[in-house]
């Protein structure tokens, strides 16, 4: 099941584990099965600590692998193969289990381990999702470090009837003791604050208690990090407040035009960022959203960022970088089908669609590229495009045309989501040529319609364009003094991840020059 190199590598990370970790399968004829109990003894045949077990209930799901710790009981499960994005999941889930130390922060691991009660977490997953891993690694966590606690990662093209029953058409989709948890990425601490309902508020008082910054970071992408390591790099406080590490990229599968990487994925690149920001003296915040800038009353004093959490933290300055999010068509059934139907990452989601017939909302790169991606698992892919011609480059039309099942359809106005109350069944468009109103029969749409700035929150406090984008200077600066920005919700033209990341180094060198050229403010120094 695993190759020379795999075995290798997975054999060098099983040196690591300290205590027994038993391996136990439940198997039919199928193929997969086949294929699971290949993995299993693959995996045994690298450590004399680890053991495989077949189970006779036969209830379980099949194929499944279960990680159980022979030192605490704990139990992990793998319902289908974990591979692809999911082997990582399977090598920190044998870590675990095996007694080696969890990278979590000591706060998050207590509060998981006071937990009472029994929380059976299923975790539905396509192999395909880049998002999937982080919340299967969460819930796994979890799991390794309260008995009490359960978590099974479930393939949903291997159960497909589990799905339909289920209406399953986003992943992950994150289900506790039987009923609907979570959908969409969601972090250890995003988990804890849902089953721990004092725990937000406790964070929020936490935060409005440190003092106050030199330059605050708001946002934790590609820019947000190149800001807080130009800032640190100077030896002044510095502190990145925001919703995700990584942003928008760790909605990315491919990226291939970063220059000296020739090829990765938005996630490792993510976490790629937050390392290097850890390496220096930043005060990272996460989980939590700007509402507010409070400006200051005169240049010099210190700057109020007010979280939606309830928390305000002051800073010196700010560099704001809180990105974009793809744009939304805003028609009737579009939030009432969200997740059921209407998706936004087709990485992610288009597996669930195996076999049926979708719609993709625009004709740039991103559209074209989604659908030829989606034609090759779904029956029929049918492209949307407002304009009169689609935009993609050349190279991506020609493959798209050139494949049996994409219809292209231009000056489509799309004005109406269709759905039978639980999931999406079609669509609706205005064809803008003749305006006559056209439906569409489908089980699944995909928007990929651009950008919106992430700025609303700034609208009345910094000067902004029509677009919403911030307006900046040669050094970041914008119309507020001592507040910078940098990255996608600035008037940037291009929207790429290393332009992002040299306007926020810019912005931070922007920054720390406003600094040295204003006194510091009196109640900073009484504090």
Known sequence: MLDTTMKTQLQAYLQNLKTPVQLVVSLDDSNKSREMESLANDIASLSEKVSVAKSDNSNERKPQMLVRS??????????????????TSLVLAL?????????????????????????????????????????????????????????????????????????????????????????????????????????????????SEKAPFDVLVVGGGPAGAAAAIYSARKGIRTGIVADRFGGQVMDT????????????????????????????????????????IVAAEQVGDLIQVELESGATLKSRSLVIATGARWREMNVPGEQ???????????????????????????????????????????????????????????????????????????????????????????????????DESKAVELSGIFVQIGLVPNAEFLKGTLELTPRGEIIVGAQGETSLPGVFAAGDVTIAPYK??????????????????????????QQQKAA
């Open 95 to 207: 870590l675990h289990s095996g007694g080696h130390p969890i990278k979590v922060d000591d706060a998050l691991a207590e509060q998981v381990k006071a937990l009472e009660g029994n929380y059976r977490f299923e975790t539905y997953v396509s192999l395909s999702c880049q998002n999937c891993p982080d919340v299967v690694q969460a819930l796994n966590i979890m799991s390794a470090l309260n008995p009490n606690i359960t978590n099974v990662m479930i393939d949903g093209a291997l159960f497909p009837k589990e799905v339909d029953e289920r209406k399953v058409m986003a992943v992950p989709s994150v289900y506790l003791n039987g009923e609907l948890f979570a959908q969409g990425r969601i972090s250890l601490q995003e988990i804890l604050n849902k089953l721990d309902t004092g725990a937000a508020t406790r964070q929020a008082e936490a935060i």
């Open 70 to 87: 022979a030192e605490t009981g704990s139990e992990i499960r793998f319902a289908g193969l974990p591979m692809g994005h999911e082997f």
């Open 253 to 292: 599968v491919g990226i291939e035009n970063f220059i000296s990487v020739k090829a990765t994925e938005g996630p490792k690149l993510a976490a790629s960022l937050e390392e290097h920001v850890r390496d220096y003296d930043v005060d990272i915040m996460t989980q939590q959203r700007a509402s507010r």
């Open 336 to 434: 009432e089908y969200r997740g059921k139907g209407v998706a936004y990452c087709p990485h992610c989601d288009g597996p669930l669609f195996k076999g049926k017939k979708v719609a993709v909302i625009g004709g740039g790169n991103s559209g074209i590229e989604a659908a030829i991606d989606l034609a090759g698992i779904v029956e029929h892919v049918t492209v949307l495009e407002f304009d009169s011609k689609l935009r993609a480059d050349e190279v991506l039309q020609r493959k798209a045309r050139s494949m049996g099942n994409i219809d292209i359809i231009t000056e489509a106005l799309t004005t109406e989501v269709l759905g039978d109350g639980e999931k999406v069944t079609g669509l609706r468009y205005t064809d803008r040529a003749t």
């Open 496 to 521: 790429q991840i290393i332009i992002a990341m040299g306007s926020g180094a810019n912005a931070a060198l922007g920054a720390f020059d406003y600094l040295i050229r204003t006194p510091e403010p």
